[in-house]
């Protein structure tokens, strides 16, 4: 299977009892004017795709969803400014791979 996203970091362990990503609630503790997250929604071949990013003042992650995929996969990254880094190029990688790239903004709700 082609891995059209690019990554830097190993992905975090999904636990499907919890429906959490070990480490990934360590965002819960800062304010919320703090956190900045930005959603992508892409379409390839009649499937959808989701990368999100969330960044804080001491790091940022990269969340995953490929429909290829059986669970998500998330990347933590120590410095907010590189998660944004990688954000963009794994978009940039997905364009390149045939996705079309059909919301980037806020992250959706309801």
Do not use: H
Not at 6 to 30: A, K, P, S
């Amino acid at each position: 299977m082609d891995n059209d996203f690019d990554f830097d970091n190993e992905d975090l362990e999904f636990d499907e009892q919890t429906g959490e990503f070990g480490e990934f609630d360590e965002f819960d503790d800062f304010e919320p004017e703090e956190v900045q997250v930005r959603t992508a929604v892409l379409s390839k071949n009649n499937m959808y795709a989701l990368l999100c990013v969330k960044t804080a003042t001491e790091g940022g992650a990269i969340c995953r969803v490929d429909p290829r995929e059986n669970q998500p996969s998330v990347q933590l990254y120590d410095d907010p400014a590189k998660a944004l880094e990688w954000f963009t190029k794994s978009l940039r990688t997905s364009r390149k791979n045939g996705w079309q790239v059909v919301y980037d903004g806020l992250p959706l709700n309801g």
